[in-house]
T-cell receptor, first 116, second 114 residues
């Protein structure tokens, strides 16, 4: 069964450093997403991406964040200068169908980001 | 801002009995609802969904009920099995309004007792 994959599973970085989290969405899916879950809190939407551009972003997704699809399979989230409060699980998701429809988002296993 | 609320942080049910997980929402624009299951150190796994044009959707042991007037949905699992022990998240989306992102509840930790 196709699945979303994410690398690395755990990333430790120093405050102020740049990190890139990687995801491989399900191959025939058109929409890609990033979510995060701070320890003890709920899963929060960050950004969606379609047709090589951002479709929607939340208030959390500020100028420190960027997303990219550098090739036909990878989807990345970059945090330019990490802060302590960026420590969280970051989940990538993908979905098959177009916006404004009842499609389902499938999630990857997550990357645990620890900022020291 | 808790547009999706799961008021029970945990629920303990005996194996073989029915598990009922509840979810309330405040945003009347939500029109698509999903339940995800999550094991530790894994991502959320999709279980079942329901559109606001329906009041019930069933898939095997899982049934989701939607009460739009009460802004309430519930997930029924019957019979409950040990492998059902996990955290269950309710999520909602305003698909008609063009929103892409899902709004999640805080989750309910379901524990199936042998």
């Amino acid at each position: 069964e196709p699945e979303v994959t994410q690398t690395p599973s755990h990333q430790v970085t120093q405050m102020g450093q740049e990190v890139i989290l990687r995801c491989v969405p399900i191959s025939n899916h058109l929409y890609f997403y990033w979510y995060r879950q701070i320890l003890g809190q709920k899963v929060e939407f960050l950004v969606s991406f379609y047709n090589n551009e951002i479709s929607e972003k939340s208030e959390i997704f500020d100028d420190q964040f960027s997303v990219e699809r550098p090739d036909g399979s990878n989807f990345t989230l970059k945090i330019r200068s990490t802060k302590l409060e960026d420590s969280a699980m970051y989940f990538c998701a993908s979905s098959e169908r177009a916006r404004k429809s009842t499609d389902t988002q499938y999630f990857g296993p997550g990357t645990r980001l620890t900022v020291l | 801002d808790q547009q999706v609320k799961q008021n029970s942080p945990s629920l303990s049910v005996q194996e073989g009995r029915i598990s009922i997980l509840n979810c309330d929402y405040t945003n009347s624009m939500f029109d698509y609802f999903l339940w995800y299951k999550k094991y530790p150190a894994e991502g959320p796994t999709f279980l079942i969904s329901i559109s606001s044009i329906k009041d019930k959707n069933e898939d095997g042991r899982f049934t989701v009920f939607l009460n739009k007037s009460a802004k309430h949905l519930s997930l029924h699992i019957v019979p409950s099995q040990p492998g059902d022990s996990a955290v269950y998240f309710c999520a909602a989306r305003d698909s008609g309004g063009g929103a892409d992102g899902l709004t999640f509840g805080k989750g309910t930790h379901l524990i199936i007792q042998p």
